[in-house]
């Protein structure tokens, strides 16, 4: 089939009639489908559940630098969970701070930090006026969820293949001293999977930031989160930072919530010794330490890198499939039709479609009336506000793989409809 | 003995040469001993090393509103563990928020989001200037932490044997609108294990505060934490505010640390639905859920409140012979001295002791130089500062029972030197 553009209406009209006929009979089976949100399937929980007897009552709960897990203490968690997190993110243990169960809880409390206490010896964000974040779109809605809570105004950088626009970048961080942070999601990006070339980790390290309060939200969510055997790379940030003398302008995050389980992983953070210190000011205010058990585990379970990079790779067997088929579908459907771009990723949790401008919203809704729940059209924006209104993020873990076909094949349909609708209109 | 103020200075002198010579036998013994922290001990946690087994691989993962533990979701956590929360503080399960490992936490939060967000229609609390909290002193020196954190000012009231002086908690809240709450350890308060009388339970129901949101932290650590058979009673504070039209004024605080693991038990909070529509407003940004198979592992275990209470008696058999130990050293070592008083308490983790006025920092320096840890004198004040220099609190808790005796014989022996110090001066 050419491309939509380029058939005249009374085609279209024809074309759009079958696909509503298909539409129709999917509607008439009052599905209920869901590809909105990048949660684990239950396959995938099940690799993790014999962690579950990690630990018993003949349980050794004493560790290198902790008397008793089960007990109050260690603020910034057990050493050995430290050194696991450590060599997940290629840092050395004494830059790691092992927190609760959830990564996102730590960049919401190390954004909190910085409002309340500030840093590099500037005034704390809260008592500096207007201050703004970058935000490379698409993105993860949640972090521009908590940029908007504290009332940070955001700013769009485009994505490029190589990670965000890092012209824009430089010119923006280095004239303007009220921008004071961006998040990045630097392998396997939410939403596309793109991971940052080496180029951009460097330009990234080197930047040299208007603001001496400038920090970077490393958000390395799909760190080790391959899904086929050729995984791309990333260049160690912390490594490139050093050699610019930019040590205190990266926060990084990872946690296990998607190599073990979601509601009850560990998340970390790697930051330097001057950060550190200072979110240590405010963590030793909020509580007297996270769970130990859960550290320690998942420390037993795993043993070391090579044991959760083996777990990973039962994983990569679940998830591996379910992305070939979602990326055939796409391929096999919109491709040549000029209705939708998406790209193949190597990992992480989401396949990213460009649909045409000013459908994507359509879409969603198309899809929704015929029973497929999708991530709101917008809500990989700031102010969930996509101003293409083109980007829809597809999530193809959590549903049983049969249902995820289906889900599929109505995405598809309902991008032709809402694409022939705007030709037509 | 009669009381050292009516003896003469060279009798008092004898006495404190016969106590210099115990007190140089104890510090040649090169000790390492520690009241300081209100730890459980390591035959406590044996206790509940069971509840380790809750789960396994084969367990059902879904409960009545979440289809599965593992996974993302419930940001005010499971139903059943709402439930047994609900049943610890005889409160609908609608008023419960289940959190993390930590009460603490929930409380630091809880200041952040009135800071940030506000209640009662007011201005947030970080927009309104200059604002106060009541602090009864002495009192848990973590709750002064937190205020002190968020700039807020803090302000003594002295405690009675029936809880805070509520003529001057009614004067002051009635009048000052910049006093926006006050910390509430309403059971076995720490660290004098007062819990407070009906009557004040009920003025404090009926505050009339100048400032509409005004809230108190009715922080419940010790709920069920009784010692003896003759056990505290407190008035449920919700059924009292509720006759009052103040539901809004209270936020209630509680967990399992000292119930299951101080290190992994759960939390949580109890409040009217304005409250938790205030809370749900930060804690979705903060969060996506808290750790849902711990909370699964406590239900599991407990099944009810009454699988909590049987728990308890365990702990109660533990502890009952410590604080007897502990309150009858005191007894049979300083009283009628006019040296220190103090109060045998039913239930909690602390025995507090007023020692003679000004010889508080004098005891604890003593006790450290014979290798005795207690908590630093001033702590249970705001700023460190105790205006009499004259509570020290001890945790007979931790310390296996022949260091606690041990410990306690050399605290009688520096408290006597301390106060004979003082008085030939």
Redesign the interface.
């Given at each position: 089939m050419p491309e939509y553009s380029s058939m005249d209406k009374t085609t279209l009209k024809e074309e759009y009639k079958k696909l509503s006929d298909a539409y129709a009979q999917y509607k008439s089976q009052g599905l209920s489908l869901n590809m909105a949100?990048g949660?684990?399937g239950?396959e995938q929980?099940?690799i993790?559940?014999?962690m579950?007897?990690s630990?018993?009552?003949e349980?050794i709960?004493k560790t290198s630098d902790c008397p008793?897990?089960?007990?109050?203490?260690?603020l910034d968690g057990i050493d050995e969970a430290k050194q696991l997190f450590a060599d997940i993110m290629g840092v050395d243990k004494k830059n790691v701070f092992v927190g609760?169960?959830?990564s996102?809880?730590m960049m919401?409390?190390t954004i909190?930090c910085m409002m309340?206490l500030g840093c590099s010896g500037e005034k704390p964000w809260?008592q500096q006026g207007k201050i703004k974040f970058l935000c490379p779109v698409p993105g993860y809605d949640?972090h521009f969820?908590?940029t908007?809570?504290?009332g940070i105004e955001m700013i769009n950088v485009p994505m490029t293949e190589n990670g965000p626009d890092m012209d824009i970048v430089e010119e923006l961080v280095s004239s303007d001293a009220s921008i004071k942070g961006i998040w990045c999601v630097p392998k396997y990006s939410n939403p596309q999977g793109i991971t940052y070339s080496d180029e951009t980790v460097k330009r990234f390290a080197a930047l040299k930031p208007a603001a001496k309060d400038f920090r970077i939200m490393w958000d390395n969510a799909y760190i080790i989160h391959d899904i086929n055997d050729t995984p791309d790379t990333l260049l160690n940030i912390f490594d490139e930072v050093k050699k610019n003398g930019n040590e205190d302008m990266v926060f990084e995050f990872c946690s296990t919530?998607k190599i073990t389980?979601?509601?009850?992983g560990v998340a970390a953070a790697a930051a330097s010794e001057n950060n550190l210190a200072i979110l240590k000011k405010?963590y030793?205010?909020?509580?007297?330490?996270?769970?130990?058990?859960?550290m320690l585990r998942h420390v037993l379970y795993f043993k070391n890198l090579d044991g959760v990079l083996t777990h990973m790779q039962k994983h990569r067997a679940i998830l591996e499939p379910r992305f070939n088929m979602v990326t055939d579908m796409l391929e096999k459907q919109l491709s040549g039709l000029g209705a939708a771009s998406w790209a193949k990723p190597n990992g992480g949790y989401f396949v990213s479609v460009d649909v045409a401008e000013g459908c994507a919203k359509r879409v969603v809704q198309l899809c929704k009336e015929a029973g497929v729940i999708l991530t709101g059209a917008g809500a990989t924006y700031p102010y969930g506000k996509d101003p293409k209104d083109s980007n829809i993020r597809l999530a193809p873990t959590y549903p049983p793989v049969e249902e995820l076909e289906k889900a599929m094949d109505i995405f598809c349909i309902c991008v032709k409809l809402a694409v022939i609708e705007k030709l037509t209109k």
């Amino acid at each position: 089939m050419p491309e939509y553009s380029s058939m005249d209406k009374t085609t279209l009209k024809e074309e759009y009639k079958k696909l509503s006929d298909a539409y129709a009979q999917y509607k008439s089976q009052g599905l209920s489908l869901n590809m909105a949100r990048g949660k684990p399937g239950a396959e995938q929980l099940n690799i993790s559940n014999d962690m579950l007897l990690s630990l018993s009552p003949e349980s050794i709960f004493k560790t290198s630098d902790c008397p008793d897990c089960r007990n109050y203490g260690n603020l910034d968690g057990i050493d050995e969970a430290k050194q696991l997190f450590a060599d997940i993110m290629g840092v050395d243990k004494k830059n790691v701070f092992v927190g609760g169960n959830s990564s996102l809880n730590m960049m919401f409390d190390t954004i909190a930090c910085m409002m309340e206490l500030g840093c590099s010896g500037e005034k704390p964000w809260n008592q500096q006026g207007k201050i703004k974040f970058l935000c490379p779109v698409p993105g993860y809605d949640r972090h521009f969820g908590v940029t908007g809570y504290f009332g940070i105004e955001m700013i769009n950088v485009p994505m490029t293949e190589n990670g965000p626009d890092m012209d824009i970048v430089e010119e923006l961080v280095s004239s303007d001293a009220s921008i004071k942070g961006i998040w990045c999601v630097p392998k396997y990006s939410n939403p596309q999977g793109i991971t940052y070339s080496d180029e951009t980790v460097k330009r990234f390290a080197a930047l040299k930031p208007a603001a001496k309060d400038f920090r970077i939200m490393w958000d390395n969510a799909y760190i080790i989160h391959d899904i086929n055997d050729t995984p791309d790379t990333l260049l160690n940030i912390f490594d490139e930072v050093k050699k610019n003398g930019n040590e205190d302008m990266v926060f990084e995050f990872c946690s296990t919530s998607k190599i073990t389980f979601p509601g009850a992983g560990v998340a970390a953070a790697a930051a330097s010794e001057n950060n550190l210190a200072i979110l240590k000011k405010r963590y030793n205010f909020q509580t007297i330490g996270y769970d130990k058990l859960n550290m320690l585990r998942h420390v037993l379970y795993f043993k070391n890198l090579d044991g959760v990079l083996t777990h990973m790779q039962k994983h990569r067997a679940i998830l591996e499939p379910r992305f070939n088929m979602v990326t055939d579908m796409l391929e096999k459907q919109l491709s040549g039709l000029g209705a939708a771009s998406w790209a193949k990723p190597n990992g992480g949790y989401f396949v990213s479609v460009d649909v045409a401008e000013g459908c994507a919203k359509r879409v969603v809704q198309l899809c929704k009336e015929a029973g497929v729940i999708l991530t709101g059209a917008g809500a990989t924006y700031p102010y969930g506000k996509d101003p293409k209104d083109s980007n829809i993020r597809l999530a193809p873990t959590y549903p049983p793989v049969e249902e995820l076909e289906k889900a599929m094949d109505i995405f598809c349909i309902c991008v032709k409809l809402a694409v022939i609708e705007k030709l037509t209109k």
